[in-house]
């Protein structure tokens, strides 16, 4: 690495990137997707749970929720989501990836664990909020920072099988909701609290296996922390060689930057909005589809099974594992494709076969055509796909913008998207199960299809081939020196 100095700053010449991106898989690789990807699993977790306990929320002596006040509350979760990414991600941008994991983390630990002691609706609330701030803040510095330290030959699949791992969570939440919300265990005011505090509970052990991981080289390298970043390649290329593997001594490609202590809003907005507006419009299309899609039937699934099959609230999680498992597995098995066959292909064929399953299976569902076992194998095709749809949009908004603005470009598409269609989603769908009615529910998902189908035609036109390519060639970084 070499360096000069200049009036409007240091110039750095180096080759970090690339000696990141020729790195085989190893220890190092697995220990980042463990301690950082298991954020999907607490999201997955808290989405699940709140979800399941519908019933029980409703049931409480306590709470005694409407179905409109669950799906309130659904809605403030997401609020929160959208308002913590924004505030965490100006943050992950200035002050380092490390530093935010950390602090967001706390910020849902204590929140989630503050769930389990609510009394009213308001108080019930306002912890759904921080939660979801504390969420919202993890998808940034998380996102960011796994997208800086995997191999760009395996970015996709990896990308996409650490959002996949929300359903591990999932299927933890309703495994959990089974046996907590079990009326012969529990009494129905204290199962629903006891479900709360196994998030806090994982996020306790996940705080400690976050002190292995190093600080992004690629952000400390823009950020006048040159020789950190060096000695952090530097000690994760021994432990490699240590364990047996053979690297190339290079040379490798360098590239040329102008060292800055951070990035003005002036020039993310230009470049979110002149420079790169293109990009901006397919990262929208995407996070605001698949989030109302998500969002409006994931948050109120078990709505659904209670209100018009009269399932029992204890057993709703039942009905959530094979739906989990589903999501989990499309991730897992189409996410090579993401990486030969390419981004954009993959992204709009998701898109479009998600849509046209949910306007199929909303249709069987309002004709009263499907049993709940039958909706819920059908739901678990469907979302085969749209997991792996959803997961796609994340992997697009981390990767296709500059690496200076990457957490506030992740902050900035989570925020709209999700402030569009997962705030208006569980309100909406909230009401129209209030109202009883199978087509009113119908009209929903035809809403959510046409959206997802919007987006595949959007992605299918615009989306960037950024499969195996290195971050710095996919969007060359706004501090890059010719």
Same mark, same amino acid.
């Given at each position: ?13 180096? =080759?970090?990137?690339?000696?990141? =991106? *020729?790195?085989?898989?190893? *220890? ?99 912890? *759904? ?104 390649? +530097?000690? #994760? ?11 190339? =001594? ?15 809003? +002036? ?36 709505? #659904? ?91 697009? /908004? ?65 989306? /960037? ?15 890059? /020196?010719?």
């Amino acid at each position: 690495m070499q360096r000069s100095s200049s009036q409007s700053g240091e110039i750095v010449v180096t =080759d970090i990137p690339a000696r990141l =991106d *020729r790195l085989p898989w190893g *220890r190092f690789h697995t220990l980042v997707v463990l301690a950082l990807g298991i954020t999907w699993i607490l999201d997955g977790l808290e989405v699940t749970l709140a979800g399941a306990v519908a019933g029980a929320l409703r049931q409480s002596p306590v709470l005694q929720f409407t179905s409109a006040d669950i799906g309130l509350a659904g809605s403030a979760y997401i609020a929160g989501a959208v308002l913590g990414a924004v505030f965490f991600g100006w943050l992950t941008d200035r002050l380092g990836r490390k530093k935010l994991f950390f602090i967001t983390l706390s910020v849902y630990l204590l929140a989630t664990a503050a769930t389990a002691f609510t009394w009213n609706l308001w108080s019930f609330m306002l912890c *759904r909020f921080i939660t979801g701030a504390g969420i919202g803040g993890e998808y940034v510095a998380i996102n960011s920072t796994i997208q800086e330290l995997v191999p760009a030959r395996v970015r996709g699949w990896t990308d996409l099988a650490i959002n996949g791992s929300f359903w591990v969570g999932a299927a933890l939440g309703a495994a959990g909701s089974i046996v907590l919300l079990d009326p012969t265990l529990l009494p129905v005011d204290m199962g629903w609290r006891a479900a709360f505090l196994i998030g806090a509970a994982l996020a306790l052990v996940i705080f400690l296996m976050r002190f292995w991981i190093p600080e992004s080289p690629r952000w400390l390298m823009t950020h006048n922390r040159a020789d950190e970043a060096e000695a952090i390649v +530097s000690v #994760i290329e021994s432990q490699f060689r240590r364990q047996g593997h053979d690297l190339s =001594d290079g040379p490798f490609p360098r590239i040329r930057l102008r060292a800055r202590d951070y990035t003005p809003l +002036s020039e993310v907005a230009a470049t979110l909005f002149r420079a790169q507006r293109q990009r901006t419009f397919v990262g929208l299309s995407l996070m605001a589809a698949q989030a109302f899609f998500y969002n409006a039937i994931f948050f109120t699934y078990a709505l #659904i099974l209670t209100e018009f099959y009269g399932i029992r609230a204890d057993h709703v999680g039942w009905y959530i594992l094979p739906f989990a498992a589903g999501n989990f597995l499309g991730p897992i098995i189409l996410g090579r494709l993401f990486d030969t066959v390419g981004r954009r292909p993959m992204i709009a064929f998701t898109y479009s076969i998600s849509g046209l399953l949910l306007a199929i299976t909303g249709f069987m569902f309002a004709q009263e055509w499907l049993t709940a076992t039958q909706l819920t194998m059908a739901w678990t095709v469907t979302f085969f796909f749209a997991s792996a749809a959803a997961s796609s949009a994340y992997l697009t /908004v981390s990767e296709t913008f500059p690496l200076e603005i990457r957490a506030l470009a992740i902050a900035f598409f989570y925020a709209l998207g999700t402030g569009v269609g997962g705030i208006l989603g569980p309100l909406l769908f909230g009401m129209l199960i209030e109202t009883g009615s199978r087509w009113s529910v119908f009209t929903g998902y035809l809403l959510g299809a046409g959206l997802m189908i919007a987006a595949a035609i959007v992605a299918g036109i615009w989306a /960037v081939a950024a499969e195996r390519k290195p971050l710095e060639s996919v969007s060359r970084p706004l501090a890059s /020196v010719d």
